[in-house]
T-cell receptor, first 112, second 114 residues
Framework: LAKTTQPISMDSYEGQEVNITCSHNNIATNDYITWYQQFPSQGPRFIIQGYKTKVTNEVASLFIPADRKSSTLSLPRVSLSDTAVYYC?????????????FGPGTRLSVLP | DADVTQTPRNRITKTGKRIMLECSQT?????MYWYRQDPGLGLRLIYYSFDVKDINKGEISDGYSVSRQAQAKFSLSLESAIPNQTALYFCATSERGRYTGELFFGEGSRLTVL
């Protein structure tokens, strides 16, 4: 299983762009990179997923360098409601549920 | 209504009691999972089921058992609850063969064992 490392916590201010980097040095060829968001007392929610280069949706962007040993979740112009824990997961889609490991995640605090 | 529903949402019990947490889903997904979350930690997989006849242990299955009563229902049991099983429990589903393999979570069941 590919182990991931991400910062335990980050602070930001409203309106700023936030970048959260995740390291996954032993990522396998078939592995995808997925990010989830979790608000207090709620289940995690899928944000974005990618394999390589850049993926963008209405919520975030995901940047993956060519060696795929790291990835960066970018949240544009954060608001107070983006305060949450963000998890980086790495794994093959076929074994998604059984092998994905939710580590401690990154606790993002957005300040006014 | 939520697509993945967990009951009860909160439960306080005593050491040695049997507890069942129930999960039902209306998403029509084949795959269901039970996770446990402790304060400040990520989620750890307890059991997962890829269909009604397929049950598999996850990372921390000791002290837990599950039952997949139907495609839409997956229950987690603690036969004899102990205090270190105090945690927030999440049920999740995913669709077999779906490109993203996205997990859909319930709102959680908070269990306190005294």
């Amino acid at each position: 299983l590919a182990k991931t490392t991400q910062p335990i916590s980050m602070d930001s201010y409203e309106g700023q762009e936030v970048n959260i980097t995740c390291s996954h040095n032993n990522i396998a060829t078939n592995d995808y990179i997925t990010w989830y968001q979790q608000f207090p007392s709620q289940g995690p929610r899928f944000i974005i997923q990618g394999y390589k280069t850049k993926v963008t949706n209405e919520v975030a962007s995901l940047f993956i360098p060519a060696d795929r040993k790291s990835s960066t979740l970018s949240l544009p112009r954060v608001s107070l409601s983006d305060t949450a824990v963000y998890y980086c997961l790495v794994g093959a889609l076929d074994n998604y549920g059984q092998n994905f490991v939710f580590g401690p995640g990154t606790r993002l605090s957005v300040l006014p | 209504d939520a697509d993945v529903t967990q009951t009860p949402r909160n439960r306080i019990t005593k050491t040695g009691k049997r507890i069942m947490l129930e999960c039902s889903q209306t998403k029509g997904h084949d795959r269901m999972y039970w996770y446990r979350q402790d304060p400040g930690l990520g989620l750890r997989l307890i059991y997962y089921s890829f269909d009604v006849k397929d049950i598999n242990k996850g990372e921390i299955s000791d002290g837990y058992s599950v039952s997949r009563q139907a495609q839409a229902k997956f229950s987690l049991s603690l036969e004899s609850a102990i205090p270190n099983q105090t945690a927030l429990y999440f049920c999740a589903t995913s669709e077999r063969g779906r490109y993203t393999g996205e997990l859909f979570f319930g709102e959680g069941s908070r269990l306190t064992v005294l």
